[in-house]
């Protein structure tokens, strides 16, 4: 089980930088709650990767 959970956390590692990788919000001129949606997108990617290092830092992988 502990296994599984630490090839789960990896590979939420690895779609967090694919996703990192914002090409598709580049040229849209739209605002989301006054700022940017590209800023919007990297603020809700940085929440996602505090979880998931606060998922390491509970399990106890490295």
């Known amino acids: 089980m502990k296994n599984a959970m630490r ?4 590979g ?8 990192h990788n ?3 919000f580049w040229e849209t001129p739209q605002f989301v709650f006054g700022l940017p949606v590209g800023l919007v997108y ?4 940085c ?3 505090m979880l998931l290092m606060a998922a390491f830092v509970k399990t106890g992988m490295r």
């Not at 090839?7 to 990896?10: D, E, G, Q, S």
Request: net charge negative; with cysteine.
């Open 42 to 45: 990297h603020i809700g990617l």
């Open 47 to 49: 929440f996602a990767a």
């Open 22 to 24: 914002d090409f598709w």
């Open 7 to 10: 090839w789960a956390l990896y």
């Open 12 to 19: 939420c590692v690895g779609l967090l930088f694919l996703l």
